[in-house]
């Protein structure tokens, strides 16, 4: 791998400015280097303006686990199941389906979990490295994450996930009714068990955390244009700059963290990465009369309850269905009814709702590294349910790539060569 040459003029520039591509930017920033911050969008408008806002660091074990495709069909019928399918947009995802549900075995669920553990075990103590002396750190907040379940039955039958979770040194506390109430004392009382993951964390807008993020790394030199990427350009198999809008801008390296929709921009450089959106939904309730201290996920909806600045947002659920159709109704209306049945007395004076994507790739990791057949261009996206948990690490990793160091980390599970065959 090779660094960029530091005596180039020309800036790296990043595309996309969610989390992953302005905290990039804001490491490349602080080892030194000139970036512009390339976004169609103001920074944080993408999926990470919606997210539940959890710091998630146990949450290392995929989606794909080995008993996932037995649950589908009951999933599919089941009344209020957090996942939902748009049947049009369904049929051009079949290939990535297949090779998704390839990875539910138990040797591959223990390879990710491993890999997804490298990268967001210490996800608090980043985001407080990435963040502290910035306008961005009264956003991060360390806390338990806690689940919430109507008994104990459900958390039985993921012990094989908790396993894995407590073989990577991850700790929890079972909690009894009267425990579970005293973390968040307006939960419902049809709520009677409850695990208290430690030593967790959270960001409180994280929409406004990615632009102060942003801010600090402009404050540090770095240039933001709007503008669409439409291609990233190479010349004897090495980048020379990108395409934005029809104007050519030079780069001395490139690196893409345009989310879920990276796949189109990477395809021409010989990167063919099976990438989906893996849609999901958020309702704010602005002025909530009732809100928990801390997130709280509610396990049978699959969606999260956390207090955010001036509201309670419910974030989660699960759609396939593209990135051009339309959003949904049904898991909105989900997210209301599940969000409002769980917190006893909860009105609210304003609601806002948002559909966001979460970018998945087909092996639930993310692309992280050089691309072979363009040097100079670095791939930073496919994060799936944990890019804001990832993110702070994700930048830094990046950066360092770039500018030649050696990170501290195993990087090869999350290497672009694995779809550049
Ligand atoms: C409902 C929901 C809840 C979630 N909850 C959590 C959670 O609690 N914790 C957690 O860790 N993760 C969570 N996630 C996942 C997390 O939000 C994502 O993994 C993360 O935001 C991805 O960040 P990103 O920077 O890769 O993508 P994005 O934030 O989508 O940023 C990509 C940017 O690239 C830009 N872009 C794309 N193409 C181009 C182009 N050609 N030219 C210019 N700009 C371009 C877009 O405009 C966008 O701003 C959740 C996701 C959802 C949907």
Redesign the pocket.
């Known amino acids: 791998m090779t660094g960029i040459n530091p005596l180039s003029e020309s800036p790296v520039v990043v595309?996309?400015?969610?989390?992953?591509?302005v905290s990039t930017a804001l490491n490349l920033q602080r080892l030194g280097r000139q970036v512009l911050l390339?976004?169609?969008?103001e920074p944080?408008?993408?999926?990470?303006?919606?997210?539940?806002?959890?710091?998630?660091n146990s949450s290392i074990t995929p989606v794909t686990h080995p008993k996932l495709p037995r649950q589908i069909p009951q999933m599919l019928l089941r009344p209020n199941s957090p996942l939902f399918v748009k049947w049009r947009s369904l049929i051009p995802m079949v290939p990535w389906l297949v090779r998704y549900l390839s990875h539910c075995s138990a040797s591959e669920t223990q390879r990710i979990s491993t890999a997804l553990h490298g990268l967001i075990g210490t996800s608090y103590s980043d985001h407080k490295a990435l963040a502290t002396g910035t306008e961005a750190e009264r956003f991060v907040k360390s806390s338990d994450y806690t689940f919430a379940y109507t008994d104990k039955s459900p958390f039985r039958a993921e012990a094989d996930t908790w396993k894995i979770r407590y073989a990577h040194g991850h700790r929890w506390r079972e909690l009894n009714e009267q425990e579970l109430r005293a973390y968040a004392p307006a939960l419902s009382s049809d709520f009677k068990f409850g695990v208290a993951c430690l030593g967790h964390g959270f960001i409180t807008d994280?929409g406004e955390y990615v632009k102060a993020l942003a801010k600090t790394a402009e404050k540090l030199g770095a240039k933001i244009k709007r503008?669409?990427?439409?291609k990233i350009i190479c010349e004897n198999q090495k980048v020379i700059g990108v395409r934005v809008d029809g104007e050519t801008i030079p780069a001395s390296a490139v690196v893409i963290?345009?989310?879920?929709?990276?796949a189109k921009?990477v395809h021409p450089l010989g990167v063919k990465v099976p990438l989906q959106s893996e849609?999901?939904?958020?309702i704010d309730l602005w002025s909530p009369s009732v809100t928990p201290q801390m997130p709280i996920m509610i396990a049978a909806g699959k969606f999260?309850a956390t207090p955010m600045e001036g509201r309670l947002r419910f974030?989660?659920?699960l759609e396939f269905g593209g990135l051009n159709a339309p959003r949904s109704k049904a898991p909105l209306r989900l997210l209301e009814r599940l969000g409002t049945a769980a917190f006893t007395g909860l009105t609210w004076q304003d609601k806002t709702e948002w559909m966001?994507?979460?970018?998945a790739t087909s092996d639930s990791l993310p692309l992280l590294g050089s691309v072979p057949q363009a040097a100079g261009v670095w791939l930073g996206?496919g994060?799936?349910?944990?890019?804001?948990?990832?993110?702070a690490k994700t930048g830094l990793l990046l950066a360092q790539m770039v500018t030649g160091q050696t990170p501290n980390v195993d990087i090869s599970p999350y290497a672009p060569s694995r779809f550049c065959k």
Not at 15 to 21: D, F, L, P, S, W
Not at 356 to 359: A, D, I, L, T
Not at 383 to 391: D, Q, W
């Open positions: 595309v996309g400015a969610g989390i992953i591509g390339v976004d169609r969008h944080g408008e993408g999926t990470s303006f919606g997210n539940a806002g959890v710091l998630a994280p503008g669409t990427v439409e963290c345009s989310g879920a929709w990276s921009l849609r999901g939904y958020h999260v974030a989660g659920v966001g994507h979460r970018p996206f994060h799936h349910h944990i890019g804001l948990t990832a993110g």
